[in-house]
């Protein structure tokens, strides 16, 4: 007869909070590809985080979310261990609106906590497939094809493996203009990315310039002849039929995906052929339990998984851990633009981030959890 044995107490949460974070400067403002018209301050630090606290002392961190939230998360939350993470991803999900920012946050905050009591980094508890991730550079800006030639230089001499142009000029001419300007001066070995941001609204319009399904087609073939390795939102969001019928006629992957909701969104688009690269953001797509389903079926359909890039702090982290966990998962995005809208911006609000190192990796963090603290000077 076997030894009975004493199982630990339960641990419970007992607290959930918003904490807010000091800036530590600004650095420029800056007018994304996506949005002319609009500048955007970016800054060093700020913000805040979420917290979720346990009766055992553990204490869980996420990113930030709004405080509104926060009556609704206790409701479903206080008193529940946080190893029953399928039990409260739900309730979260039906009470606090399946796209809310909140659920994604407070699911990163119980998977830390998890983290922590097994005294393992996620990756690890979510079944290590490497130890470290290549990253790309992905740009906000437009700028100029003689700015971006100059980045994309300086970036490959700092050991980055690839760099994400935005296409959003006037013309398909100027848009590969900027490919080739950028191909010729960094050779065949760094890898180029391409996104048009023609998904950002729900609907059929947004600002600047919109493709029709010829200038999609054309670009594609342009952007395939100059090895680039995707074209991400050719066309609207939504456009299931107009994207698979691309998908078919075109050699070039297509991507997309960041901005759609739910894991429903996700089997449509596999089922139809729209896209060779799925990129759900933790933040949008049901958090980090609807990311996992989704990455699940993207090797179901043979397909790649390359996370939007998840916030840029907190949220990074976590898909940085699963995308560890992925076979099928070559890059994990960074929005580095820098001086302005470098990725370390975001990063800056945690003690010894994980950074990009001179071979353009980022080694996964072996601290338990997230395998990341935020910084305590910064707490307002």
Known sequence: MLPAVQSAPRMKIADIRVVALKTIRETGTMEAAWNP????????????FTEIRTDQGLTGIGPGMEAASVPGAKAQLMGKDPFDIEQCAGPLRYYLGASSRAV??????????????????????????????PAYASMIQLSTPEERVRMAVELKAQGWK??????????????????????????EDMGIMTDANQAQSAGTWQPGVQWDFRRAAETARELQRLQALWL?????????????????????????GENNHG????????????????????????????????AGLAAAFNRRIIPHHGGGNLGTIAQLHAIACWPHAPWIELLHDPPTAAYTNGFAIMEDPPLVDKEGYVNLPQGPGLGVAIKKELIV
């Open 37 to 48: 018209g609009t500048r955007t301050t970016h800054r060093i630090g700020g913000g805040s």
């Open 104 to 133: 994604s946050s407070l699911e990163i905050a119980l998977w830390d906590l998890i983290g922590k009591a097994a005294q393992q980094p996620l990756y690890k508890l979510w079944g290590a497939a490497k130890e470290r991730v």
């Open 162 to 187: 690839a760099i994400k142009l935005r296409l959003h000029y006037q013309t398909m001419k100027e848009d590969i203009g900027l490919v080739e300007a950028v191909r010729k001066a960094v050779g």
């Open 232 to 256: 991400e939102e050719p066309l609207c969001r939504y456009d299931f039929d107009g994207l698979a019928e691309l998908n078919r006629l075109v050699d070039i992957p297509i991507a997309g």
């Open 263 to 294: 894991v429903h969104e996700y089997r449509w688009m596999l089922e139809r052929g729209v896209f060779d690269i799925l990129q759900p953001d933790v933040m949008v797509a049901d958090g980090v339990t609807g990311l996992r389903q989704i």
